[in-house]
């Protein structure tokens, strides 16, 4: 029926890569690929998928785990690559029982999102894996979203970015809650302005813009406020 209505480009959000520091779970790789063959059986032409989930203490470049993590993304992403779709690493955020040191997630930072983007990209080619960047996981991202701001990322990563997320980000009583609607150009906290001042004058690669919206009333309220 989408395809029907006019729909052309079907990314596909896959979950976390499982990967184990003591193994293969063969179960949760069984699951994931699974998951992915259902979207190349839909025709998919890109996929999305987060940043390692792996403490960032254990990734330096070259480091056992790093070689192991990467094998593992291109075993699993190979038949999506064989077909042609662009496979499109999210950058992921700080969440609150986390401390920022090396046991948090990797991937909260440009730096470590580029070498992970460039680590996929020898192994799979330049054109086949991008950045995929996602405004609201750039801006949630406390502490280091005063150093890392939504201008930096742009210009650190927009030029190897291949699709963005947006959606805007509220502060309640347990804390910033992400994939809320879109209500005009400026705030609360993502300001649409910025992303769009940084596309028109080609600080942003021009690709596909996803409203990641949870609320189907604020899917429409945010496609009508774009």
């Known amino acids: 029926h989408w395809r ?30 699974e998951l992915l063959n259902l979207g190349l059986r839909c025709d998919l032409q890109a996929v999305t998928v987060h940043v390692p989930r792996v403490p960032v203490g254990v990734m330096p470049p070259g480091s056992a785990a790093w070689r192991s993590v990467a094998e593992l993304y291109c075993r699993l992403l190979a038949p999506a690559a064989a077909r042609g779709a662009r496979l499109c690493i999210e950058n992921m955020h700080m969440h609150a029982p986390e401390a920022p040191d090396a046991t948090r997630r990797y991937g909260y930072l440009p730096g470590e999102c580029l070498a992970w983007v460039a680590e996929l990209r020898s192994r799979l080619g330049r054109e086949t894996v991008a950045a995929l960047l996602d405004l609201g996981h750039a801006r949630n991202n406390s502490p280091f979203a005063g150093a890392f701001t939504l201008g930096a990322w742009y210009a650190l990563i927009g030029r190897e970015a291949g699709g963005y997320h947006v959606h805007q980000v509220v502060t309640t009583e347990a804390g910033m809650a992400n994939h809320q609607a879109l209500t005009g150009l400026h705030g609360p906290l993502i300001s649409l302005s910025s992303f769009l001042w940084a596309w028109h004058v080609g600080q942003l690669n021009h690709g596909p813009v996803f409203l990641e919206i949870t609320d189907p009333e604020g899917q429409m309220r945010s496609l009508r406020a774009v």
């Not at 209505?5 to 699951?31: F, I, K, N």
């Open 4 to 33: 029907a209505g006019g729909g052309a480009y079907l990314s596909w959000h896959m979950p976390d890569v499982p990967w184990h520091e003591e193994g293969e779970d063969t179960a949760a790789v069984a699951a994931w690929q």
